[in-house]
């Protein structure tokens, strides 16, 4: 989707697509993360216009360009980084997002923990945990994660809300999910991360409490 395209009638999706998580939830509260990266301001207006203020992009210099101006007239905005994160640019992450969700190796923390001390801020951060041990996926290992967990929370404390995680293509994502929440209870982890526009009704069936939403509202790229 560029500027010059047409935005899709994202009142209607949204509202569609909230009807299939509270269908999916029984009852439960599940945060809606729309996946904006990529797409235009002009489309995430729209979104805005509809009443969706959570947003998650992949990458910190496109989401500044779009959303620093945006944060003026919305103030509510709720804008998360789920892409990975080099260590340089930790400092402009924690200035922008609200939520960063791919806090997977000791030198990101390192970097987080630095630029949170001398910007006097700090997000929400999730640990993103390789549920499926892809050699070309980010995230920590899961022999590794019960480890890394216990160190993160203790060093961010509170601040430290949960865990993220992409299961395997191509296979039932089901069994990694309820490995990912059963790893969150594990540790009084609230937030779980888990589900996209092909499987987010399974993953709010496995305990997901936010899913990321991408193509099934804005479309394909």
Do not use: W
């Amino acid at each position: 989707m560029t500027d010059d395209q047409p935005i899709p009638d994202l009142a209607a999706t949204i509202a569609e697509v909230r009807a299939r998580i509270e269908r999916a939830a029984a009852g439960r509260e599940i945060g809606l993360v729309a996946v904006s990266k990529t797409k235009p301001v002009a489309a995430i207006e729209a979104a805005i216009a509809a009443g969706q203020l959570v947003f998650g992009e992949n990458r910190v210099q496109e989401a500044a360009l779009k959303f620093t101006p945006l944060r003026i007239p919305y103030a509510t905005l709720d804008l998360h980084l789920i892409g990975p994160l080099q260590t340089n640019k930790a400092r402009d992450a924690v200035l922008l997002f609200d939520q960063i969700e791919t806090l997977d190796r000791p030198k990101l923390a390192d970097a987080l923990a630095t630029a949170a001390e001398r910007e006097g801020t700090l997000p929400n951060l999730l640990v993103q945990v390789n549920i499926g041990d892809e050699a070309q996926k980010a995230g920590v290992a899961r022999a590794e994660a019960d480890g890394f967990i216990r160190a993160m929370r203790a060093r961010f404390g509170e601040a430290l809300r949960g865990l993220m995680a992409i299961p395997p293509v191509g296979v039932d994502p089901a069994p990694y999910f309820r490995d990912l929440v059963a790893m969150a209870d594990h540790h009084g982890l609230p937030i779980r991360s888990i589900g996209m526009s092909g499987d987010f009704e399974t993953a709010i069936a496995c305990g997901a409490t936010q899913v990321r939403v991408g193509s099934a509202l804005f479309g394909g790229r």
